[in-house]
């Protein structure tokens, strides 16, 4: 993993944990909006009409360069830094294990404050990488496909430990830029995707936060079209999605009639069908989105006949759209198995036919469990046998 961290041209000169430590501690600057630099910055005695040039400034070092030491900022004064090193820090959750797989996805599990652990995949691709970040401990929502459901939520992530997932994954794949090397255009973490642990509408103003600064424009810089956030339907955040944050959307969709979903996707007892694809049909206007990703995961003889894609189809009718067919990724004690190929094809050309896109995902990581719907922490792998699972999701004879 990298850990030297490099140096730029010298110009002289659970619950929610909360931002605010107990006195005595220090801040953790990461994770921060500019608004809240500053306001900290001048709390801690910056005058305020220096504010804005020194956000700028530690902004810079930490988002653009990657420097974790307030005493390498050598653009600031020497009494400056020692006052930031006394009242703030720059702190990343710490990396526990890291697998890679065969075809080359990375997986890490991560320790943040209280000692809990969340798992960050980066997926390698060819003139690209996408970076799937968790937004809970655990999770809430107990889809019964989903090898996290069957983890208990423990807390919301903070800001600084959704953007620290970001940075982390850039040191290990070495990306931070060199000062006085060429420009270099590739990006190997180019999208990121709200995918990993958690439902991050569950965990709104930190998701919100931690976005606005993995896409400012003169740090991490990733453009909010290179950001989805993938939601299983939580009706009442998707308009403040577009209008706060105003990535691409993607809905974990999984079922075309409300008495399947309702056991796939519990939160559809409360927000059913029609009600979450009312809200969806404004969110590409609200967002500037092009179009919304549905997910869709086959699971042998629950949700993948013909009739059930004809029914898809005739759903999302009128939204601009697109959709993922996911072929579901085993775990240990799954009361589900996957469709047959020739299934899920047959599927994928009803979809097509209609005129949508209708990709199938081709699994990444399974032999480290870091496909879709299998992340769960290390700590957390308390098996529940395949019965118990089967009988929480409705199921029978699994």
């Given at each position: 993993m ?6 730029a ?6 619950v ?7 006195e005595?501690?220090?801040m953790?600057?990461?994770g921060l ?19 804005k040039?020194?956000v ?7 988002y ?12 600031l004064?020497?009494?400056?830094r ?10 990343l959750?710490e990396?526990?294990?890291?697998q ?5 996805t ?10 809990h652990?969340?798992e960050t995949v980066?997926?390698?691709?060819e003139?690209r990488?996408?970076?799937c ?9 107990t889809c019964s496909?989903?090898?996290?459901g ?5 807390r919301n992530?903070?800001?600084a ?8 994954a850039?040191?290990d ?5 060199e ?8 990006r190997?973490?180019s999208n990121?995707?709200l995918?990993?642990?958690g439902e991050p509408?569950y965990?709104?103003?930190?998701v ?10 003169e740090g ?8 989805t956030l993938?939601?299983?339907?939580v009706v ?25 979903r309702?056991k796939l ?11 979450l694809?009312?809200?969806l049909?404004?969110y590409?206007r609200?967002?500037?989105s ?24 005739k759903l999302?009718?009128?939204?601009p759209?697109?959709i ?7 775990w240990?004690?799954s009361p589900?198995?996957r469709?047959d190929?020739?299934?899920?094809e047959?599927?994928?050309?009803i979809?097509?036919?209609?005129g ?5 995902r081709t699994?990444?990581?399974e032999d ?7 992340l ?12 118990e ?10």
């Amino acid at each position: 993993m990298t850990t030297a961290r490099p140096t730029a041209p010298v110009t002289q000169d659970v619950v929610t944990i909360p931002r605010k430590l107990p006195e005595g501690g220090r801040m953790n600057i990461v994770g921060l909006t500019r608004d809240q630099l500053r306001d900290a910055l001048i709390a801690a005695g910056t005058p305020e009409k220096q504010a804005k040039m020194r956000v700028g400034q530690i902004w810079q070092w930490i988002y653009h360069w990657g420097v974790r030491d307030f005493s390498a900022m050598t653009n600031l004064a020497k009494d400056y830094r020692a006052m930031l090193a006394e009242r703030f820090e720059i702190a990343l959750p710490e990396i526990v294990t890291q697998q890679v797989s065969a075809d080359g996805t990375r997986k890490y599990l991560l320790r943040i404050a209280g000692g809990h652990e969340v798992e960050t995949v980066y997926i390698p691709e060819e003139n690209r990488g996408t970076l799937c970040i968790s937004s809970q401990v655990g999770c809430t929502l107990t889809c019964s496909f989903c090898h996290t459901g069957t983890q208990k939520l423990v807390r919301n992530l903070t800001a600084a430990e959704i953007v620290g997932q970001v940075m982390l994954a850039r040191d290990d794949l070495g990306e931070w830029p060199e000062p006085g090397a060429p420009k270099n255009e590739t990006r190997l973490v180019s999208n990121i995707v709200l995918m990993g642990m958690g439902e991050p509408l569950y965990n709104f103003d930190n998701v919100r936060d931690a976005m606005k600064v993995v896409m400012d424009g003169e740090g991490l810089t990733l453009s909010r079209r290179r950001i989805t956030l993938s939601t299983s339907g939580v009706v009442p955040e998707i308009a403040k999605t577009a209008e706060e944050i105003g990535c691409l959307l993607a809905v974990s969709f999984h079922a075309t009639t409300d008495e399947v979903r309702d056991k796939l996707v519990p939160i559809n007892k409360r927000w059913n069908i029609e009600t979450l694809l009312s809200a969806l049909r404004d969110y590409p206007r609200l967002s500037n989105s092009e179009r919304i990703t549905f997910e869709y995961v086959m699971l042998k003889g629950v949700n993948d006949s013909d009739e059930d894609a004809k029914r898809l189809v005739k759903l999302i009718r009128g939204i601009p759209a697109k959709i993922n067919l996911i072929p579901f990724n085993e775990w240990p004690g799954s009361p589900y198995e996957r469709s047959d190929w020739e299934r899920i094809e047959a599927f994928a050309d009803i979809i097509y036919k209609a005129g949508y896109a209708s990709p199938i995902r081709t699994p990444r990581g399974e032999d480290i469990m870091a496909a879709c719907g299998q992340l769960k922490s290390a700590t957390e792998r308390a098996r529940k046998s395949r019965a118990e699972i089967a009988a929480e999701a409705g199921l029978s004879g699994s």
